[in-house]
């Protein structure tokens, strides 16, 4: 059966997977981490028989949907910046920064970012096979080598495994890239940590990270759909945690946004904490004077007053100022009616008041999106396992761990990407200087 090499849109070299294959070093997973560590093993020996195998027909497919398409690659202020932007660049990744240090590829398009590493192996001569899928792996210490069985064909994709045929692959070497559990549509289903568990390793609780927070206790069927620029605050038990500034977005079950996501990487439970330990507050403030907006709309409804009998609706008094779901829920949460009279503002108590909620608009948190919908995992093989300046298993020999599968997930901006080639740039140079 013939698989192809998924090359640099649509170089194919018809590689046929045998029954049983050899090589120096066996990468399973053709991700970002993946393909860095393949890359960076064969630069740095060019003598090594490098294989790489990726369950799905295309590669990188979770990195082509990163930054929706545009590929915040890495960040300024991520840890080994410098080494992974001159690794990058190596490549041929040009990249362009915006004014909070996130870098993407200067073409804003992730497909070009992955199609790119695909050429580079294919240049370097890294036996690719996508549509080839590991189900177990083992380590014969005898040997010493990695025995991994793969499927090729029906299970790759589809999860159909009726029809598919069998492999084994033996390694001198093993690098495993397979990612964490969030976004399974990409092929990300968690079975690196199954694998990593029966070799030794430490699997902390995973959960899902960097994903929308479901919330109660608001009228969200005014807000779906509304974005807002606001500093979102996050407390646990009335203690604040973490704060981010920058756009919400307010769904049917809660809240979403890149700011929303950092927090919910943030709500760590210990025993006996539920989500009501949390709570999410909004300031809608920062770019307003609401408390002088009011206090003037409230003498321009008094001198309207006299001069007329139309009336005014206090909600009538937001236009402009906030989006009507947003208002709505800024009035509700201060205590009043939105079709009360705007004369309410006569009162500078009742001013203060609306001042206060849309300074703290708050959210009680219900629940958090599952894999589905998260960007990371949080979690995985604990970091004192794995030699941090190699990436190799403290436990087992020849053995390379990178990626999501480790107990590493960043915040949004570029942090998890970083992450990914960096341990696989790392991993694939101390790699293949040790065999």
């Known amino acids: 059966m013939s698989h192809k090499y998924r090359g640099n849109k649509g170089g194919d070299l018809g590689l046929k997977l045998p029954k049983t294959l050899r090589g120096d070093i066996l990468i399973i997973g053709g991700g970002p981490a993946g393909m860095a560590a393949a890359i960076s093993a064969k630069r740095s020996n060019s003598k090594l028989d490098v294989v790489l195998i990726e369950k799905n027909e295309i590669m990188g497919r979770k990195l082509r949907a990163t930054g929706n398409g545009r590929c915040n690659i890495t960040n300024v202020n991520a ?89 084994t692959v033996y390694s001198s070497a093993l690098v495993i890239a397979v990612g964490g559990k969030s976004a399974p549509v990409y092929g990300s289903t968690g079975e690196g940590y199954r694998w990593l568990r029966g070799l030794g390793h430490t699997v902390t609780r995973l959960v899902p990270s960097l994903a929308p927070i479901e919330c109660g206790g608001a009228d969200l069927s005014k807000l779906t759909g509304t974005r807002v620029r606001a500093e979102a605050k996050l407390f646990k038990n009335g203690e604040e945690i973490h704060r981010e500034d920058g756009e919400i977005q307010f769904t049917k079950f809660g809240l979403s946004g890149i700011c929303i996501f950092n927090l919910s990487k943030m709500m760590r439970f210990e025993p006996g904490d539920t989500f009501s330990s949390f709570e999410i507050v909004l300031d809608l403030c920062r770019e307003i004077d609401l408390g002088d907006v009011l206090k003037c709309a409230a003498e321009r409804t008094g001198s309207i007053r006299n001069e007329s009998f139309v009336s005014e609706k206090l909600v009538d008094v937001f236009k402009t100022i906030f989006k009507e779901g947003v208002a709505l829920e800024i009035i509700r949460q201060a205590g009043f009616k939105a079709d009360e009279d705007s004369l309410v503002l006569s009162s500078e108590e009742a001013r203060d008041k609306l001042v206060a909620s849309a300074s703290a608009l708050k959210f009680q948190p219900t629940g958090q999106k599952g894999w589905k919908e998260a960007q990371c995992t949080s979690g995985g093989v604990v970091e004192s396992e794995v030699d941090q300046s190699s990436f190799e298993s403290n436990l087992v020999k020849n053995l390379y761990i990178v990626g999501e599968v480790l107990d590493y997930d960043g915040f949004c901006g570029g942090y998890n990407l970083n992450h990914a080639f960096l341990s696989g740039k790392r991993a694939g140079a101390a790699v293949a200087d040790r065999i």
């Not at 804003?108 to 992955?114: G, K, T």
């Not at 240049?123 to 080839?132: A, D, E, N």
């Open 79 to 167: 840890e080994g910046y410098s080494e992974v932007i001159s690794f990058l660049s190596s490549l041929g990744i040009v990249t362009k920064s915006n004014e909070n240090g996130f870098l993407y590829p200067a073409s804003e398009s992730a497909a070009d970012v992955s199609e790119l590493l695909e050429l580079r192996l294919k240049q370097l001569g890294v036996k690719v096979y996508t549509g080839v899928t590991a189900l177990e792996v083992s380590y014969a210490s005898d040997k010493p080598e990695f025995v991994t069985s793969v499927s090729i064909g029906g299970a790759s994709s589809q999860g159909k495994s009726a029809n598919a045929l069998k492999c």
